[in-house]
């Protein structure tokens, strides 16, 4: 694991500035930590030697107002870094997710994981563990430095030692590596758990074992205890290790200033400036170990990201930038699938083999078995999946799925997601699909708020608003699948005069298992199963 | 005081002397840096050697003594939260036991749950990060103060006003937390909601063309957190800042008072430097009320869903589910089984209501016979997981009545009722523990053979049968992970396995695509009157919210969410040989 991972900075642009700021604040605080030893040490002079205090205080107040603000800026610019950097990683994650087919996008548990507690791991990360890495780059090489120039024996002492740190804890990491991957191992499924159990709480409760497990919570929760100081026990004692290491060489500084003060080879202010000089080399560097392990989470989650960023795009374009719309495709478009083969990713059975199309200009309706591959058609053709084999040649599209979506909010705002449309266009539209009496009856109307998941409404009234949106769109190729699938007879004999409708104006593909539909159809598509015999599809013109 | 209304940064005897450690540890380090100043001052005073050497050996036991106590002090204050942290899961555990399912909320209970088990671990993590820093800060100063003062008075009076300004800005600090943490909290949970909707539900949202509209949604929530952010740091930084301030103000005042003081030079430095190595413990403090706020947010989650009362009472113990609830009655009330699984279902105008405030099912009457299966379908909100949740006896109906077999349900055992239903719902959770344990929790004397048919029943088989061990595999978190179809049977084989008369199912379905949706469902129905080994024969009715293959049921049933309207079971609109009129006896077992 790097210290710092630059890819960041590449990834997301966003990046830089908080980062910039951070670096520049963290030496600023460097400079100012030092010229507080000066000053310190020219009171403690001034006292002792009963002389004027007024210009060493000046200074010393002085330098703790500017450490004061830079300590708030500090506080403040990683603050904004941390959100910043989280921010700019989940918006680029998402967008490139956005970009991509169904099939190079990682399965949605590990999407959501990533987008969500991913993302947001990283910002302790920005936040804390990046401010003390720029102080440990900076305090510690100002300090030798400093000491260098004003007593280069402690500076000698300084550097002879402080390279035992590392080294020390890298020692104590090896000898320990193998045991404390055990327990780590051992201690995530104790920890695990206790989350498990809870998790598992409505099953166990339903069948009747949830109170047997009290006494088991007890147990593993005590084991998880003595596995946990087990490990901690380590890593406190190598942290002391590394602490008393530090303190052994500050004494040493301590001692041999002391002595040469005693010599009278020294003056008492440039000892003084040694002895509070030297800690700042070590305690930097011991803190970045300790807000390491803080900001591990932060870094394991920033490396998965920046994977996903990195990860080649897909082998074609989706179809809406292949294929934008424009005169090449006729007056309404034309859709075109040449020899389509397609398997879901680590599939090698296809759900769809071979299969050749053209649907121009108003509806062709789709029929098949379950299974069929009808609605991975309607995928191939909005560019949602993208073929194993052959090429599909599509305008973009306006997809009604089975489930569509209709966001948390307004009636407007679910009718608006994709294309602006007026309150008149709005109420055309319910018209159309005739849902306006029921959007007229809710209280406030089009501003009427669905709630979660468009709660209240039955899955017919969906249905048509979905259809409302897709009256709406501009888009000149109309994909739907099933869109009456939740209708009575008279609703969905109603619909499907809208779908005939709507396919005076455009291309519609329309998936459906029942028979409204078909007699408006200008074309029907009959997909089997790849494995069934014959052809896998079967096209059959019809004329109204 | 008693347990329940202590604070969270109560400390326990364990982290009581954790702290009484770091404050030794934190004064040695104060300590180290005083007596190195007075060494130095008293070096330059040219002594004889051997006098600088009780300097030397208090600088080197002081600089010894910090790593020392601070690694006592880590061990004591760790063992004494993880102690802490395991009586609170138990406690915690035990009082989630009554209040499951009903009272997690009705939808992503697990989400809940996963939040209950967080929100204890940061209250917990008061002690360490909390109470230990602030009683290690206490008790060094408490030293410093008293030595202070034995040297000069005016130097201690300097001391404890620092300390005093110290304890100011600490209070100042846990307030602006305390203050802006929510609004933080609130602005996370939006950036979490809509990500979460962006990343699962890319695929529809570019379908109808709202992706940008989506982005928009993510840009505005992240502008939020970053105000949020903004201001809670804000807090912060001023609480940093005043720290340092107070302490440079604290070296000049001793600075100006020790010049004129009549004691030797050596101990004129020590008292300068000292306020400066009180720096150094205070800082701590600025992460340490921000720890408070957040587990004083935690803790006060914690307490109002544990404090919540159950959604159910046995009427039998006149107590509120708890332990009866629980007990292992599966084998005990077999007997009742046979009432059931031949009595069939009466709700006679049931209404019910999860938090006592609005209805949630309107009046409703349903007769279900026993062995047959029943899609309930209706619209987002018409009360259908209600329902549900009454006939599963995990909440008691407002008015109405409920008879199983003639008996009235509520009159039954809380125990006894429940032992009769096995319910599936939308999340089924898979222990992270072997495939053959994840079943016969539902029923501890199931042999392997009944297992076997349990997966078969469920169209498991395949999956069985590429497991590397079998039944021994290990599945859930750690071990082979699961498809959601996958899952979604898992839960439908350990409900088939418990053998249980009447199987109740809450959109098992509802997360899966269409065809595997379909297909889980076909394999449910088939388990439709199927004769248990007491005779009865077996019931199921799904709560289905899209038609997914609600054909496939002998009824389909709407409810209604209007209050006037009561639930009549609707002329079944799909068309197909398996469907039947309301009333009709049961088919024998298929």
Redesign the interface.
Known sequence: MKPFDPRLLRAVPAARRPVGVLAATGVLTGVATIATAFA?SA??V???E?GD?TQP?VW??A???A???L??????V???A???VS?AL??SL??A??ARD?DS?PD?GT??S???SG??AVEPYAARYLPTLVHAAVVPVLAVGTLVVVDWPSALVVVLTLPLLPLFAALIGRATEESTQRRWSAL??LS???????????????????????DT??AV??R??RA??ET??IA??S???L??LA??S??IV??T???R????SMA?GA??VA?LLAPEAYWPVRRVGAEYHSAADGAVALDAILAELDHPQPPSPSPATLFPPNAAFGVGGEVRLERVTYAYAGSTVPVTRDLSLVAGPRLTVVTGP??GGK?TLL?LV???RVPTAGTVAAP?A????????L?TGSVREALT???PATDEQLWESLRAVGVDGVVASLPGGLSADL?????????G?RQRL?LA??WL?P?TVL?LDEPT??L?PDGAAHLAQVVADLAERRVVIAVTHRDELLAHADQHVVVRRPDAAGSPLDTEESVR | MSADTRPVWWPTAGTLRGGLLGGIATASGMALTATSGWLIVRAAERPVILTLLTAIVMVRAFGMARPVFRYWERLVSHDAALRLLADRRTRAYEGLIPLTPARLGRRRRADVLTGVVDDLTDAVDAQVRVTVPVLSTAVAGGIVIALAMALSMPVGLVMLALGCVVVLVSALAAALESRSLPELLAARAEVTRVSELVSSQSGELRAVGGWATAMTWLDRAHDTLARSTRRISAGRSLAASLYLVAVGAAVAVTAVIARDLDVATPVKALLVLTPVAVSDAVTPLVDAMRALARARGSERRVDALLGLSPAVVDRTTETAADTAADTDVTVAARPGATAYGRGGIELRDVTASWTGGRTDLAPTDLVVEPGTSVAVTGANGSGKSTLLAVLARHLDPTSGTYHLGGTDALDLPLAQARSQVAVVDDETHVLATSLRNNLVLARPDATDDAVDDALAAAGLTDLRNSLPDGLDTTLGAGGRGLSGGERARLGIARAHLSDRPLLLLDEPVAHLDPPTARAVVEDLTSLTGRTGADGGTRTVIMVTHRDDGADLFDRVVEVRRRPSATMTPTAVTQPGDRTHETGRPPRPGR
């Open positions: 310190l009171v403690v001034a006292v002792v009963r205090l205080l010393l107040l330098l703790f107002v450490r004061a603000a300590a708030a800026t500090t506080e403040w990683g603050a904004w941390g959100v910043s921010s989940r918006a998402l967008r997710w956005g169904a996008r949605p999407a959501v990533l987008a969500t993302a947001a995530a499924a695990g758990h206790f989350l498990d159990v809870v998790r598992g709480l409505p099953t166990l409760v339903t069948y009747g074992r949830a109170r047997r497990q009290v919570v007890r929760s005590d998880h205890r946990t100081m901690l026990r406190f004692l942290s002391a290790a602490e008393l303190t052994i500050v004494a301590a001692v200033v002391g002595l003060l005693s010599h009278g008492l000892g003084l002895i379950s299974g609605s995928d909005a560019g949602l973009r306006h997809y009604v799925t089975q489930r569509p979506f966001a997601i994709g294309h709630g979660d998941d468009g709660f209240g409404l039955s899955a009234q979905a949106r897709a769109a888009e994909l699938a939740h009575d």
